[in-house]
């Protein structure tokens, strides 16, 4: 009987040493062709049988590997303080117990260095179902694994301002919402927009402004708390994620230190840079139950702060929305105004200061909508230029203040107001040239008004737009003079025919405000020393008149001399009068 056993534990033995060299010749071959290694223990969980790539993964020669325990040749120092990470005790655990596994991720450390492993590996058994080790294959995947938590990264991250970006940000919004649904709380969403970026963009170019953003980014970050996640939307827009937002006065707090932090002066690249920042602020789930919609109000808010002139926050308000779907709609109107002859010129006279004769009239152009009636200017310009209709109703109006100039007699000009996209569009040049040609009007009889805010969209290539504009004979004028940006050096370099006063200075100064009497002689005095005129707006009363003739203004615009009128009755001024001896009286108009 013990003859027997021992014959057949002689038979198993062979027959798992003849197992066991048919699977290391199937192993040497794995080895010699794959990108992976093999790995080996014994019943005690210590490597054996050292394959030559797996002694290069370990980062020592196969002698100093044999026989170690596993754990230990990949614990590196953790093995020591015993303090392993998850992935280790759950390597550990399943050796104990005997388990296969397959692409476990294991942070190990070779050589001090931290690495990345995924391990497969089942038991060796033999016919009896004695266990007789682990036999597996592993491989280093670390640089996978940076790869994609790159890209990861990249995938939730700004990569200009390393802020969390849009994607992270509305991810935030949608637990912070959950959280305030669940606990009866509140929760914040914060748009910010920067005022005056683009300006800076368009002078400086773009690698200023990315420094800028990168500076905007580091201020935004500074002013964060547990409470809030800053973020990048995008442009120049930014947006925070307030987790609880149930304390109004936390919100407007916040609200003022990033509108004061952000307008403090940025030096960049030896520029000294001024901007500032716009909010709006919406609450949830109050002002949107979904991540969508509390974007949207937020956005409407901003458009508020936008609307009083920027540096301001506004908190949402169910009107927002209402207001926002009246633009909508009347954005539909006003594409159909142009086809369905909605749209007319008022032209308001300018005279001479000294001799009260007419000069010239401002096209001026005006809305009736079937829908919304009379609309102001105000309202529409904007929306034109937000739903870029502003070129093709410029065109329009260049066409017919032309046509109609040319009944009037030819020492009268007509004034056009063209704004900095219509300065921007490639075929402006062209397309006045051609109005020009259709009217018959010469070129000197017609003015081109622009703001100065035109000189902040150098980039567009506006500012070569108007030297091509003079040098074919047109003039050219500078309206609202002194109420925006300082546009001194461009004065010097484009030759403006006029610099229009803004209205605000000549009320000021009939009231004797120093500023504003300060301000009129010194735009007097500088038009005089380079050659061009003056044209003061707003007058209204005799008294202003007299003072904008003691103060030396060449020509005056305003209701004292005629309001706004439809053409027929700018015609007629000079089928009554010789345009000579003309003074339009405020008992004309």
């Not at 914060?190 to 683009?198: A, Q």
């Not at 594409?335 to 001799?355: C, F, I, T, W």
Request: proline share 3%; with cysteine; hydrophobic share 40%.
């Amino acid at each position: 009987m013990i003859g027997r056993s021992f014959i057949d534990r002689r038979v198993a033995e062979a027959s798992l040493a003849e197992k066991d060299e048919v699977v290391s010749l199937l192993l040497k071959e794995f080895e010699d062709t794959g990108a992976d290694w093999l790995w080996q223990t014994d019943t005690s969980r210590r490597i054996t049988h050292v394959s030559p790539r797996f002694a290069h993964a370990i980062g020592q020669n196969s002698e100093q590997i044999e026989g170690k325990p596993f754990l230990q040749l990949v614990a590196g120092e953790s093995w020591e303080s015993g303090r392993f990470p998850a992935a280790l005790h759950e390597l550990a655990d399943k050796l104990k117990r005997r388990d296969s596994f397959s692409n476990m991720l294991v942070p190990v450390q070779i050589n001090g260095k931290n690495r990345w492993w995924e391990l497969s590996a089942s038991p060796k058994l033999d016919d009896n179902g004695l266990f007789h080790g682990f036999r597996g294959v592993g491989s280093d995947i670390t640089e996978q694994r940076e790869s994609a938590e790159k890209i990861s990264h990249m995938a939730r991250f700004d990569s200009l301002t390393r802020l969390p970006n849009r994607l992270q940000l509305t991810d935030a919004a949608s637990k912070a919402l959950q959280t305030a649904e669940k606990w009866s709380g509140r929760c914040g969403f914060m748009m910010i927009d920067l005022d005056r970026f683009k300006a800076v963009n368009d002078t400086l170019g773009h690698h200023v402004g990315d420094h800028l953003l990168a500076r905007v980014s580091d201020r935004l970050r500074s002013i964060m708390t547990d409470n809030e996640l800053c973020g990048r939307l995008g442009g120049d827009e930014f947006a925070i994620v307030v987790k609880e937002a149930s304390d109004t006065q936390y919100m407007e707090l916040l609200a003022k230190k990033i509108i004061d932090t952000l307008s403090r002066p940025y030096e960049v690249d030896q520029h000294t840079l001024y901007i500032g920042a716009s909010i709006g602020t919406a609450i949830g789930p109050r002002d949107g139950r979904t991540v969508e919609m509390l974007m949207r109000s937020a956005d409407l808010a901003l458009y508020g702060s936008k609307d009083q002139g920027g540096g301001a926050s506004t908190c949402y308000e169910p009107k927002f929305h209402v207001q926002a779907e009246e633009r909508r709609v009347m954005e539909i109107a006003l594409r159909k105004a142009l086809e369905n002859d909605e749209l007319l010129l008022n032209y308001q006279p300018v005279v001479s200061a000294e001799s009260g004769v007419v000069v010239g009239f401002e096209a001026l152009l005006r809305w009736t909508s079937p829908e919304f009636g009379v609309v102001s200017p105000a309202k529409f310009v904007p929306l034109a230029e937000e739903a870029r209709l502003i070129v093709p109703i410029g065109e329009w109006v260049m066409r017919t203040a032309c046509k109609e100039a040319m009944k009037w007699p030819s020492t009268v000009k007509v004034a056009v107001n063209v704004s900095a996209d219509q300065l921007a569009e490639v075929n402006f040049l062209s397309m006045v040239v051609s109005a020009l040609e259709e009217s018959g009007l010469p070129p000197s009889r017609l003015e081109i008004e622009v703001t100065e805010s035109i000189f902040m969209r150098e980039g567009t290539g506006a500012a070569e737009m108007l030297d091509q504009i003079i040098g074919l004979g047109i003039n050219l004028s500078l309206d609202d003079f002194g109420t925006g940006y300082s546009s001194l050096g461009y004065l010097r370099k484009t030759r403006f025919t006029t610099i229009k006063v803004d209205r605000s200075f000549v009320q000021g100064a009939a009231k004797n405000a120093p500023e504003s009497l300060a301000i009129i002689r010194a735009v007097v005095a500088m038009a005089d020393a380079l050659g061009m005129s003056t044209t003061a707006e707003g007058a209204e009363t005799a008294e202003e008149v007299q003072m904008i003739k003691r103060l030396g203004c060449s020509k005056i615009q305003g209701y004292y001399f005629g309001r706004p009128m439809v053409a027929e009755d700018a015609r007629n001024l000079f089928s009554t009068f010789d345009v000579q001896q003309l003074e339009y009286s405020r008992k004309s108009a």
